[in-house]
């Protein structure tokens, strides 16, 4: 493939489509912190800072919402967190809930192993 190639598809070979931007979209962020830290702590942390996001983004229509533990590794806790925004206008609020959860983990000193969508 070509960098800018078009691909034509005729009408009669197209069967299904599914349209994501009617409804609503979901910001999720998943992170990863180590075992040496209090997971009650951060989860309540993390869910008074994240809801401050409230006042800036409009577009969020529920939460941000700490959702919990996703997966237990030998390192760390990989923990969830979501917000219902309106249709695709979830990438911006990602980022917003990124930089809060860097700036509120830095503020209390909290490591953090990473995220990943």
Request: charged share 20%; with cysteine; net charge neutral.
């Amino acid at each position: 493939n070509q960098l800018g190639e078009i691909k034509v598809i005729r009408n009669g070979m197209i069967t299904q489509l599914s349209n994501f931007s009617r409804t609503y979209s979901v910001a999720i962020v998943i992170i990863e912190i180590p075992n040496t830290e209090n997971i009650n702590q951060v989860t309540k942390l993390l869910e008074e800072k994240l809801c401050l996001l409230n006042e800036n983004y409009p577009q969020i229509i529920e939460g941000p919402l700490v959702v919990g533990i996703e997966k237990l590794t030998q390192t760390g806790v990989v923990i969830k967190i979501t917000a219902k925004t309106n249709p695709e206008t979830h990438y911006s609020v990602r980022r917003a809930m990124l930089k809060q959860i860097k700036e509120t983990l830095e503020t209390e000193n909290i490591t953090f192993k990473g995220c990943d969508l």
